[in-house]
């Protein structure tokens, strides 16, 4: 079946404009998690859903990082004022519950020039 | 930041050869899992891990668990080129079960 599907793959964007990251989860899960990757680390939590809302936004850096899920599928991390440090890839996965695993889709990789 | 600590963070072996990857964390989990990573993209599940067990396997991979150290390993057997990437643990936290993950091990085989 189809996994975790993100779009643009790529995204390249100039300081201080407004980008969106789309995340598609596996059809039928309910939890959906972003992550950001800087380079050369692991991956750090930044938001997740339970349904459509946001269960702990604790991760976001700043409230320039906001996320949305309107129908509990579809996903969109909006950031706005981009600076150069966010430049990173930006994960999503979902997962089927809380205690199952949390599948990840390809990621999207921010450069901010 | 991360919990995990994974050591070392390189590996570089010949093919066929088994590779150890070791992961330490802070806090106590309800899961370690550990997940691959080819070319900085997206990640794959490898297996996970329950605090209540000890030891798992999925086909050429060994993940050992001890929750009084803290600590996982991964063990892969019979290494192949394809086994090249990075490889992370992830511990578990809150109810949300978001992942805390290690820096991860660069782990590279040599045809």
């Known amino acids: 079946g189809a996994g975790v599907s993100q779009t643009p793959s790529n995204k390249v964007t100039e300081k201080g404009k407004y980008v969106e990251l789309r995340c598609d989860p596996i059809s039928g899960h309910t939890a959906l998690y972003w992550y950001r990757q800087s380079l050369g680390q692991g991956p750090e939590f930044l938001i997740y859903?339970?349904?459509?809302?946001?269960?702990?936004d604790s991760g976001l850096p700043n409230d320039r990082f906001f996320a949305v899920r309107p129908e509990g599928s579809v996903s969109t991390l909006k950031i706005q004022r981009t600076e150069r440090g966010d430049s990173a890839v930006y994960l999503c996965?979902?997962?089927?519950?809380?205690?199952?695993?949390?599948?990840f889709g390809p990621g999207t990789r921010l450069t901010v020039l | 930041s991360q919990q995990g600590e994974e050591d070392p963070q390189a590996l570089s072996i010949q093919e066929g050869e088994n590779a150890t990857m070791n992961c330490s964390y802070k806090?106590?989990?309800?899961?370690l899992q550990w997940y691959r990573q080819n070319s900085g993209r997206g990640l794959v599940h490898l297996i996970l891990i329950r605090s209540n067990e000890r030891e798992k396997h999925s086909g050429r991979l060994r993940v050992t668990l001890d929750t009084s150290k803290k600590s996982s390993s991964l063990l892969i057997t019979a290494s192949r080129a394809a086994d090249t990437a990075s490889y992370f643990c992830a511990t578990d936290r809150g109810a949300g079960n978001m992942l805390t993950f290690g820096g991860g091990t660069r782990l590279m085989v040599k045809p």
């Open positions: 996965a979902s997962s089927s519950s809380l205690v199952d695993t949390q599948y």
């Open positions: 806090t106590s989990i309800n899961n």
């Open positions: 859903f339970q349904g459509t809302g946001a269960a702990d």
